[in-house]
């Protein structure tokens, strides 16, 4: 199918940009790879598309010892091969790189992404995860949401009227702590059928102090769950990481679809919380 008429305008400053977007039906293009699709489909149809492609300033990754800084324009390529915002942030290549396939990632934004609101992104559990927020421009001035506030439902956001998410800022990795991020998808690049991105945190005494877990297409909006009673205060080579994974099969509550019963989905949570949380655990006795 073919996209229903819409208006078309490229603004050249954020000012600019939120004046079009207080029009009726404006909503913002970005990279397009998730906007497209839904008005080919005629599943949206909005009046006027308002590119923000030509706004300066939105394209940087900006690291530093707090987090990495991620602009609305950063495609999820750039972020993929940002070898600083690994560092300091791991999560953020290793996430990225289950995004899609190279051609919509060339285009797509991280930001866009997280905007999009899709529980079955992976951005989006990953900003929950790292306990990160967003940067939204709107005609009152800059404000900062906090990734829990931010997502309301499938594709819904707590941001009405005109606004651009400017930047999403994901928190460093805590000392002595690790990730881990694996997915189940049908085909490589597809939409996950189930994902799991974890963090393992020590204390001094190379103690396990922290285990939290977010998973991809599991709920309606991304949840994180704190694991860290199946398996406080062992050791590494003590830990049982099948009880937390046991532990995580309780919390979730996924739903079936076409893809997967709610069951195999349950079954899957078990399973990739049990192999990341072993990777994650040893990678924070190297940190
Ligand atoms: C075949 C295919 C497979 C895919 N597989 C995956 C996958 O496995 N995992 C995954 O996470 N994604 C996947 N995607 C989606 C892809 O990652 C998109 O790039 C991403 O979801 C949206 O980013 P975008 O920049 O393209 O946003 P757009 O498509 O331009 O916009 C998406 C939505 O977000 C809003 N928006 C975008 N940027 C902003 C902003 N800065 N401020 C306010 N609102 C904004 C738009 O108005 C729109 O509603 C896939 C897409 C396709 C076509």
New binding site residues.
């Given amino acids: 199918m073919k996209p229903a008429p819409f208006g078309y305008a490229d603004p050249t400053s954020l000012d600019e940009a939120l004046t079009l977007l207080a029009e009726d039906g404006a909503?913002?293009?970005?990279?397009?790879?998730?906007?497209?699709?839904?008005l080919s489909m005629r599943l949206?149809s909005p009046a006027t598309l308002v590119d923000?492609n030509r706004i300066p300033g939105l394209d940087s990754v900006a690291v530093s010892g707090d987090g990495v800084r991620v602009g609305?324009l950063v495609r999820?390529v750039d972020l993929l091969h940002h070898a600083e915002a690994a560092r300091v942030q791991p999560l953020l290549a290793r996430a990225t790189a289950?995004?899609?396939?190279p051609a919509?990632?060339n285009?797509?934004?991280t930001?866009?992404?997280i905007?999009?609101a899709?529980p079955?992104?992976?951005?989006?559990s990953v900003l929950a995860l790292t306990g990160g927020s967003v940067t939204?421009a709107t005609p009152g001035g800059p404000q900062t949401v906090d990734w829990a506030d931010f997502f309301v439902g499938p594709?819904e956001t707590s941001?009405h009227g005109p606004?651009?998410?400017?930047e999403a800022f994901f928190p460093a990795l805590p000392p002595r702590s690790g990730t881990a991020f694996e997915e189940v998808?049908r085909r490589k690049?597809?939409?996950?059928v189930c994902g799991a991105g974890v963090t393992v945190t020590l204390d001094e005494d190379s103690r396990v102090s922290s285990v939290r877990a977010a998973y991809i297409s599991v709920g309606l909006v991304p949840e994180v769950h704190d694991l860290t009673e199946a398996v406080a205060g062992r050791t590494v080579a003590e830990a049982d990481w099948s009880a937390a994974a046991d532990l995580a099969r309780t919390l979730v509550d996924p739903d079936g679809d076409l893809h997967a019963s709610a069951d195999y989905r349950r079954l899957l949570v078990g399973v990739l919380t049990e192999r990341t949380l072993a990777r994650a655990a040893e990678e924070a006795q190297t940190r």
Avoid: C, F, W
Wanted: charged share 10%.
């Fill in positions: 909503k913002v293009l970005a990279g397009g790879q998730s906007l497209l699709p839904l949206a923000i609305a999820h289950n995004v899609a396939h919509i990632r285009r797509g934004t930001v866009g992404s905007a999009h899709d079955s992104g992976e951005m989006t939204v594709l941001v606004a651009v998410v400017t998808s690049g597809d939409y996950a």
